[in-house]
């Protein structure tokens, strides 16, 4: 069915909170769930929290010690009165009016290296859920721009170019790339160097036999 009201991407989110230059402003619910269980929601979560929300929980299917935030992270959420809730998928969203009042979860368990569904179901009351379950590169969407990709992300060379001039790519849209945050800051690191390097060597002729 169609997504109610208060349900929106925690990236977009994050975004909106970054540049509003009044944070007060911001819509902020009184339950908030977060779904996900990487940098995205620990983030989302922790923000709304600071924001003045009273309960925010982070609903993941798999177990804590499987999240993709770290431990540590996870800590730093729950020191600041964030719930974190594991083995459970959300199935649909409950509404009032055409707006979020709650997320029904399928529980999980792990069996044989598998999640499968115990059976159980259990529903959360939220009036604002963010959802932070991974982002996808849509190639489509650049392919008539000239961009090589490989394997369904964008081709680069060791110094971060891509095939069309003057473009640089790096961290996980790029092939060979993985989602770690210190891989797409060390790209960023070898982009700027290439860039640099691209820009001196653009000036050089003008100072040809000077």
Same mark, same amino acid.
């Given at each position: 069915g169609d997504v109610p009201a208060g349900v929106s991407d925690a990236v977009a989110f994050i =975004?909106?909170?970054?540049?509003?230059?009044?944070?007060?402003?911001?819509?902020?619910?009184?339950? %908030?769930?977060?779904?996900?269980g990487g940098m995205t929601a620990i983030d989302a979560a922790t923000q709304v929290k600071l924001l003045g929300a009273e309960c925010v929980t982070i609903a993941y299917r798999r177990s804590k010690s499987e999240m993709?935030?770290?431990?540590?992270?996870?800590?730093?959420?729950?020191?600041?009165? %964030?719930l974190i809730r594991e083995h459970l998928v959300p199935v649909a969203f409950e509404q009032a009016g055409g707006v979020v009042s709650g997320v029904t979860f399928a529980r999980t368990r792990r069996e044989e290296g598998r999640l499968i569904p115990t059976g159980?179901?259990?529903?959360l009351a939220a009036d604002q859920v963010l959802i932070a379950i991974g982002q996808t590169l849509?190639?489509? $969407?650049? +392919? $008539?721009?000239?961009?090589?990709?490989e394997n369904g992300r964008i081709a680069v060379? +060791? =110094?971060?170019?891509?095939?069309l001039p003057g473009v640089w790519a790096g961290g996980d849209?790029?092939?060979?790339?993985? $989602?770690?945050t210190v891989a797409a800051v060390a790209d960023g690191k070898a982009a700027a160097a290439?860039?640099?390097? =691209?820009?001196?060597?653009?000036?050089?002729?003008?100072?040809?036999g000077a």
């Open positions: =975004a909106a909170l970054r540049q509003a230059p009044d944070k007060t402003v911001l819509p902020i619910g009184r339950n %908030v769930i977060v779904i996900g993709p935030a770290s431990l540590y992270e996870q800590e730093v959420a729950q020191v600041r009165g %964030v159980e179901r259990m529903t849509l190639a489509s $969407d650049l +392919a $008539d721009g000239g961009l090589r990709f060379d +060791a =110094a971060c170019r891509t095939s849209c790029v092939a060979g790339g993985s $989602d770690l290439s860039i640099i390097a =691209a820009l001196q060597g653009a000036a050089v002729p003008h100072h040809a």
